[in-house]
């Protein structure tokens, strides 16, 4: 399975960027899809995930200000970020389970700066 990730880039703090997903492949059945982010000297952690029901979770820092969605039929999930802030400045990763088979994507820089 192959993650293609678009979309980061750089924004002044208050903007809004949209994070796009797409997985090809051998896909079998995608439970999960989800994206994370690492900032310099910091640990991956989540973002945003959603299940293949249509189940979302976030981290309490990006509550109310991001989105995330899926087209299980594409295969893809968007991430819809918005008021973004210094903090959010990181790699973003996307990640999808498929099989119970963990797979990343390549990671997409968003910059929030003024």
């Known amino acids: 399975v192959q993650l293609q990730a678009s979309g980061g880039g750089l924004v002044q703090p208050g903007g809004s960027l949209r994070l796009s997903c797409a997985a090809s492949?051998?896909?079998?059945?995608?439970?999960?899809m989800g994206w994370y982010r690492q900032a310099p000297g910091k640990a991956r952690e989540l973002v945003a995930g959603?299940?293949?029901?249509?189940?979302?979770n976030y981290a309490d820092s990006v509550k109310g200000r991001f989105t995330i969605s899926r087209d299980n039929a594409k295969n893809t999930v968007t991430l819809q970020m918005n008021s973004l802030k210094p903090e959010d400045t990181a790699v973003y990763y996307c990640?999808?389970?498929?099989?119970?088979?963990?797979?990343w994507g390549q990671g997409t820089l968003v910059t929030v700066s003024s």
């Open positions: 990640k999808a389970v498929n099989v119970a088979r963990p797979y």
């Open positions: 959603v299940s293949s029901g249509g189940s979302t």
């Open positions: 492949g051998n896909i079998v059945s995608i439970n999960f």
